[in-house]
């Protein structure tokens, strides 16, 4: 079956404006998470969302950046008013439950905020 | 709060010559640990894990990593690397116990040449 997807692959923004993130994760996966990597670093773990729980939000970087997922299938990151330290790439992953299972990671959107 | 650190950043190899990819984590508390790979222009994908049980774990394309407690480290190794191993290497963390949120490491840049 079909991967993780995500759109756009790239977007480039300008500064103050607001941008929308799209992930689609594998049918069936009830977890679903976000994750950020900016040039030269490691991922950040931004949300995570499983099931019908209260999502952790504990990795988002401030209150400009918000997320939801309607069930358990598609889930939009948006970033309000983007600043150019918001560029990186970000990466969305799911896996069939929360509990240690593999997380399958989507290709990536990389965002261009100038 | 947990962390890991990948010292070397790249690791320029011959084919066919053995690698080792060092990952160190930090955590006051029990962790399961990963190896994801990310090939050019392609997501991550799993390598390898360690939940529990045999230290020596074994993963896909010949890898293999050693968790040691003591040392708090979790090394891949490869007896002999291919050109098609060329890729970026991460290690990555979760706590035993909790949702399955990743921190990883910043990456190793393994490069294969002739």
């Known amino acids: 079956g079909a991967g993780v997807s995500q759109s756009p692959s790239n977007k480039v923004t300008e500064k103050g404006k607001d941008v929308e993130l799209r992930c689609d994760p594998i049918s069936g996966h009830t977890a679903l998470y976000w994750y950020r990597q900016r040039l030269g670093q490691g991922l950040e773990f931004l949300i995570y969302?499983?099931?019908?729980?209260?999502?952790?939000k504990s990795g988002l970087p401030s209150d400009r950046f918000s997320a939801e997922r309607t069930g358990e299938s598609v889930s939009t990151l948006t970033i309000q008013r983007t600043q150019q330290e918001d560029s990186a790439v970000y990466l969305c992953?799911?896996?069939?439950?929360?509990?240690?299972?593999?997380?399958?990671f989507g290709p990536g959107t990389r965002l261009t905020v100038t | 709060a947990q962390s890991v650190t990948q010292l070397d950043s790249q690791v320029p190899v011959f084919e066919e010559a053995p690698v080792e990819l060092r990952c160190n984590y930090s955590s006051s508390v029990s962790v399961y640990l990963f190896w994801y790979v990310q090939y050019p222009n392609q997501g991550l994908q799993l390598l390898l894990k360690y939940l529990s049980g045999s230290t020596l774990v074994k993963g896909i394309n010949g890898f293999e990593a050693e968790f040691n407690k003591s040392q708090t480290s979790f090394h891949l190794r490869k007896p002999s690397v291919h050109i098609s191993d060329t890729a970026e290497y991460f290690c990555?963390?979760?706590?035993?116990?909790?949702?399955?949120?990743?921190?990883f490491g910043t990456g190793t840049r393994l490069q294969v040449t002739l």
């Open positions: 969302f499983q099931g019908n729980s209260a999502p952790d």
């Open positions: 992953a799911s896996s069939l439950s929360g509990n240690q299972d593999e997380q399958y």
């Open positions: 990555a963390v979760s706590l035993t116990g909790t949702a399955s949120k990743l921190t």
